[in-house]
Structure formats: structure tokens, C-alpha cells
């Protein structure tokens, strides 16, 4: 096995005894995994055997991928009233930070054409471009003189483009380095490409997608873009505190950056590992019957709090993979809550979604998310009933 971005041999091999979820459903499909990190470039990246890596194509292509609602997640920021989707935010993001109106924009893993559709408004005279691997989509996608769709290969992409714009789509490709340098070939000299990722230095339960290629911090995606041609300028944002987001801008003849030291990986799997442990402690209190004291209580967080399983019903906050990963360790959890209108009602690895709106006082909500989990925690505390745990 070679690194997937400069080509070379010299990788740690690195066991992750978690298990591993698929982006579709959020089904466990591996009980653990192995990653590879890099020594040169410091990518990294997941192996996928002759036959699973057929099958991950098969599924990116396949009609259920196209029904499974990608681009229906919304989220809750100040600025707006009432949720808003991801999509939006981002349109927003690059109308107010371009020095110029783009004349033609691609869309490298567009599903429904959802962001393009936002830049209808925002920028008016541009042409939109969708490309996804994902022919059935094609019937989603927005008609108009505006709109192309794209499928097949990259290779079967033509013209220059202004912005190229890759949300949660890199991670998916095989072969990240001939992909980023055929991106460097449609772009306009002058040209820009968008990317939004999950940084596992944020939300360490990011590593635990199988079914993509490669995982990233700031540093990662900074280095591989270096190697790749670019220079990076990362895009902090409140709307997006557990992702990477920034413009990567062709380099030219300029020299490339120096590789960066990460290391970030094995602080994930320590806090991977310290999480399982609590996790286990709550599902072991469920199967107990929370009998005893020490059985229906979990030891106290780093911040502090307690969780007493006597109290309430037991739930956990998103319908994603963080609480895919919760319900997998502790089945005996009842319930998932969301503020997303579309999803209440629903059902979410077989247990009914509710509005945080519905949860009483005893209600007991893990929050499983990292660096983010304190905001997250004081944001729910502050408008909803129940007792918030962050893990």
C-alpha cells in the first residue's frame, strides 16, 4: 500500500478498536479498522481491499445513495431564525468573502445541486456546474440554462472555473492526489476552490467513517494541498465549529510550504477510548437494571457532571454519526433528539427522533461531541428541558 497523495510506501500502520459506520444510514459496517498515516506528507488514509472498494463505488453510484437525503442537514445559528441548511451557510460564507462575482462555478460532489441552488441568488450571472459519480441524482438536480450536470469520471469535465467547491466530497475520493491535480486544471489561473471537511481535532468521532478515504485536521489538508500545488487559507466560522472550511488558491511557481508534524490522531484515540469506557459504563447500567449505586452511576466528567441513569428517560442528541456511535455501544437508549424539523417523527437506527422541545426535566441527553459538547451543552440548557451530559 501506497500513500493515496505523493505516492509513497512509508506509512504507520495505526488500529482504531472502534466501530466504523457508512455515511448512508449510519449502520455499523466494520467493528474496527486500521489507518495509515503518512511519514512523508503526513496524509491520513484508510485501506480498502479489491472488493470493498468495489462495493463503496457501487454504493456511491447506487440508486438508495441518490434517495438518502445528503443535503438535508440544518443547524441553528444566531443570525437566522428558525434552522437553516448547511448549504445556505456556505453560499453565504464564499457571497461575502469572494473579491469577485465567479463567472462559472463546479460543484465536485454536488448530490442534489442544494449549494448551487443558494448560489442562484448570491451570484447571479454565474454558470453552475454539478459533477457526482451518482447518475441517479441527475433527476434532483436543478434544471435551467444555468445548470450542468457532470457524472462519470472528472476527466469527463470540461471548461475553467472559477470556484470549484468540494463540502464533505474529498474524503470520499480514492485517489486524492490525481484528483486535487485535475482540480488544478480546470481552475481559472486566478481561480479558487472551497472545501469543507470534518476535522477530527474537533470531533475525534470523525475517524470512524469506513466508508471513506481519508481523514484531516487544518494541518493535513495544509499539507496535502501544498503537495498538491496550493496554498490554504483556512475560514474560521461559529456556524461550523467542529469542521475544517477554507479557500486553497493555485501556487504557482512559488515553493510549496514545508510538511507540518500532526499527531493528532493518537489524542483521538485516547479520547476515543476514555469516551468507550464511560459509554460502556452506561450501557452495563442499562442491562443491570441499574440495581445498585455503583451501576447507575457514571464516575464524574472531566467538567464535572454526573449521569444518574435512575432519573428519566435516556436519549441522545443528533441523528448522525456521533449518536450512530453512542446507540451502538449503549442499544438500550430510547430516543434521539434534533432540532430539525424534517427529521422529528421519524425513526433513526430504528428509535423514534424528537424535538428537544418534547424532553421533560428527568430526561437524561448525551451529548457526544467532543470539543464542541460545552457549547452544545450550555446552547441546549438554555432553551430546553433535561439534563445534557457532555462526553
Not at 232 to 258: K, N, Q, T, V
Request: include cysteine; charge should be positive; aromatic fraction near 10%.
Amino acid at each position: 500500500m501506497n500513500c493515496s497523495l505523493c505516492g509513497r510506501p512509508e506509512l504507520d500502520a495505526i488500529h482504531v478498536p472502534h466501530p466504523f459506520f457508512r455515511h448512508m444510514d449510519f449502520e455499523m459496517i466494520r467493528p474496527s479498522a486500521c489507518l495509515y498515516r503518512c511519514r512523508l506528507c503526513r496524509l491520513l488514509q484508510t485501506e480498502h481491499g479489491k472488493n470493498e472498494a468495489a462495493a463503496l463505488d457501487r454504493m456511491y453510484r447506487g440508486k438508495r445513495y441518490a434517495r438518502s437525503r445528503q443535503t438535508e442537514q440544518t443547524v441553528q445559528v444566531p443570525e437566522y431564525r428558525g434552522p437553516v441548511t448547511r448549504s445556505f451557510l456556505q453560499a453565504d460564507i464564499l457571497a461575502n468573502g469572494m473579491d469577485r462575482e465567479p463567472a462559472s462555478i463546479l460543484d465536485i460532489g454536488c448530490f442534489d445541486g442544494r449549494l448551487l441552488n443558494e448560489f442562484v441568488s448570491r451570484f447571479p450571472s454565474a454558470q453552475l456546474h454539478g459533477f457526482d459519480v451518482n447518475e441517479p441524482v441527475r433527476r434532483l438536480f436543478p434544471s435551467g440554462k444555468r445548470f450542468q450536470f457532470w457524472t462519470g469520471s472528472l476527466e469527463n469535465v470540461t471548461g475553467v472555473f472559477d470556484l470549484v467547491c468540494l463540502s464533505h466530497s474529498l474524503i470520499c475520493i480514492p485517489d486524492i492526489g490525481t484528483a486535487l491535480r485535475r482540480i488544478l486544471d480546470l481552475l481559472a489561473p486566478s481561480g479558487r476552490v472551497f472545501i469543507q471537511l470534518p476535522d477530527i481535532s474537533k470531533n475525534p468521532y470523525a475517524i470512524l467513517f469506513a466508508d471513506q478515504y481519508t481523514y484531516f485536521t487544518n494541518t493535513i489538508l495544509s499539507n496535502a494541498l501544498s503537495v498538491a500545488g496550493f496554498d490554504w487559507s483556512p475560514i474560521l466560522s461559529s456556524w461550523f465549529p467542529r469542521e475544517i472550511l477554507g479557500i486553497a488558491r493555485p501556487r504557482g511557481a512559488a515553493l510549496p510550504a514545508p510538511v507540518c508534524e500532526d499527531t493528532t490522531i493518537y489524542g483521538t484515540l485516547a479520547y476515543l477510548n476514555s469516551a468507550a469506557d464511560q459509554m460502556k459504563r452506561v450501557s452495563d447500567a442499562h442491562r443491570t437494571g441499574m440495581s445498585s449505586p455503583r451501576s447507575s452511576r457514571l464516575r464524574k466528567s472531566q467538567d464535572g457532571i454526573s449521569f444518574n441513569l435512575r432519573r428519566g428517560r435516556t436519549g441522545v442528541l443528533g441523528t448522525t454519526l456521533n449518536a450512530a456511535w453512542a446507540d451502538q455501544l449503549c442499544p438500550t437508549m430510547q430516543f434521539f433528539v434534533d432540532e430539525n424539523p424534517a427529521k422529528i417523527g421519524r425513526r433513526f437506527r430504528g428509535k423514534p427522533v424528537i424535538h428537544p422541545e418534547s424532553l421533560k426535566p428527568d430526561d437524561q441527553i448525551l451529548l457526544p461531541y467532543g470539543l464542541s459538547g460545552a457549547a452544545l451543552r450550555e446552547k441546549f440548557e438554555k432553551s430546553y428541558s433535561g439534563n445534557f451530559v457532555n462526553f
